[in-house]
């Protein structure tokens, strides 16, 4: 919230926004750069939580699946579930990648090459 | 003058929105047209212990193109600020006077130095902040693209702000600022960022719509031959105070650089800097 322009916040009030408005025009969307960049960052600390949890202490699941496979030396499927996770992990962040661009094609660095 | 004014603004600016016997008789016009007036009785203000300004009387009157010049720090911004509600005064009162001669509650909107758009919102929407909340969206979108066109930049309505060259997108502001056509506009050195030809430019344009909508306008810059290029009446403000009030009734539209006009703003530099 602190990154949003005061100036443009000046506007708003200047051209009668006020409470909810102001949020909804202004301080919101101008947050929502860095919202992204902390949901995506949070959302890799989440994915190697998860991981470590799982493995260390879950009796279900890929981890526990990925721990017992090496337990009983099959390489299959300790390989399988490294690819499951390295495939949730790409998908979670391609899921945040595409909403970003989605909502941030305002801004010049999503900006795709002009037409014109 | 404004009948010979009137029917240019109307297809220009209207387009099908106004029915021809709207322009016979105006309805909301008749305050619109004419603007507010303005009048400051000893108008203080001090950030902390710091007077910007001290004691300014001043008497605007509707539709008057009013410049205010001085060396930076003299107060102008502030009294602009002042006007448009974004500071109070400390000491003193603004009262805005409509045609009965009584305050009144004005529609004023200002024109920053930047021109402050939203860059997440495209050029219509950005356009549309200056009709506030509310009102049809046919209605809103008919008299957004009148105000683009007032502009000249109705093929940018679906461009992104952060595709735009500078005068495009502080006359998008201005833009911005006429959509609700307000009594009152305050310019705070609108063009002081622009090139110099896109000064000469925007000068001719905001020159152009004061003169369509009557409006009261009050110009603050630093620029000694634009104020009296586009003035009704030029004011110097020094240390907080009026130090010189000179009405400026060369005939529009003003040549640059014409013998007289720049022996004035030769007479108002001396006076800045006396």
């Given at each position: ?8 916040i ?5 051209y ?10 202004v301080?919101?969307p ?30 279900s699941?890929i ?7 090496r ?5 299959d ?22 909403l ?5 094609q ?11 | 003058m404004?009948?010979?004014i009137?029917?240019v603004?109307k ?10 016997e ?31 300004l001290?004691g300014?009387?001043?008497e ?6 009013l ?5 930076s ?19 003193g ?8 001669g ?11 130095q ?9 050029v ?6 200056g ?20 502009v000249?930049?109705?093929?940018k ?9 500078g ?7 201005l833009?911005?600022?006429?959509v ?17 030809l ?19 306008a009050?110009?603050?810059?630093h ?12 004011i ?7 130090a ?6 060369h005939e ?6 014409a ?9 108002l ?6």
């Open positions: 919230m602190r990154n949003v322009d005061p100036q443009l000046e506007m708003g009030r200047v009668g926004m006020s409470g909810w408005t102001l949020f909804r025009k301080i919101f101008g947050a929502l750069p860095s919202i992204f960049v902390g949901l995506r960052f949070s959302l890799g600390i989440m994915w190697l939580t998860l991981i470590v949890a799982e493995s260390m202490a879950a009796s699941g981890g526990h699946m990925a721990n017992q496979a337990e009983f030396m099959m390489t499927v300790v390989v399988l579930a490294l690819l499951i996770y390295a495939l949730l992990g790409k998908l979670a962040d391609w899921i945040a990648k595409t970003e661009s989605l909502t941030l305002w801004h010049p660095a999503f900006q795709k090459p002009s037409k014109a | 404004s009948e010979i009137n029917p603004r297809t220009n600016a209207w387009g099908k929105e106004i029915e021809p709207f322009s016979v008789r105006p309805v909301r016009e008749s305050n619109r047209l004419g603007g507010v007036g303005i009048r400051l009785s000893g108008v203080e203000k001090s950030f902390g212990n710091v007077p910007v001290r300014i009387d001043l605007v009157p509707a539709g008057q193109f410049a205010i010049v001085g060396k720090g003299c107060g102008k911004s502030t009294l602009l600020r002042l006007l448009v509600g974004l500071d109070e005064a400390t000491g009162r603004v009262d805005f006077i409509g045609d009965n009584r305050s009144v509650a004005a529609n004023s909107r200002i024109v920053f930047e021109p402050r758009l939203l860059p997440w919102a495209k219509g929407a950005n356009v549309a902040v009709l506030g909340e509310g009102g049809a969206k046919g209605d809103r979108a008919g008299r957004v693209r009148a105000a683009l066109s007032e000249q930049l109705t093929e309505v679906n461009e992104w702000p952060a595709r735009l060259s005068g495009q997108r502080q006359r998008v502001a833009a911005r600022a006429l609700s056509r307000p009594d009152f506009l305050a310019l705070d050195e609108p063009l002081g960022a622009l090139d110099a896109t000064r000469i430019t925007m000068q001719g344009l905001v020159e152009r719509v004061w003169r369509e909508q009557k409006f009261t009050l110009f603050v810059t620029d000694v031959g634009e104020a009296v290029a586009l003035a009704d009446r030029v110097v403000l020094d240390e907080g105070r009026i010189l009030d000179v009405a400026v009734d529009r539209p003003r040549k640059r650089g013998a007289d006009l720049a022996a004035l703003e030769g007479d530099l001396k006076a800045i800097f006396a």
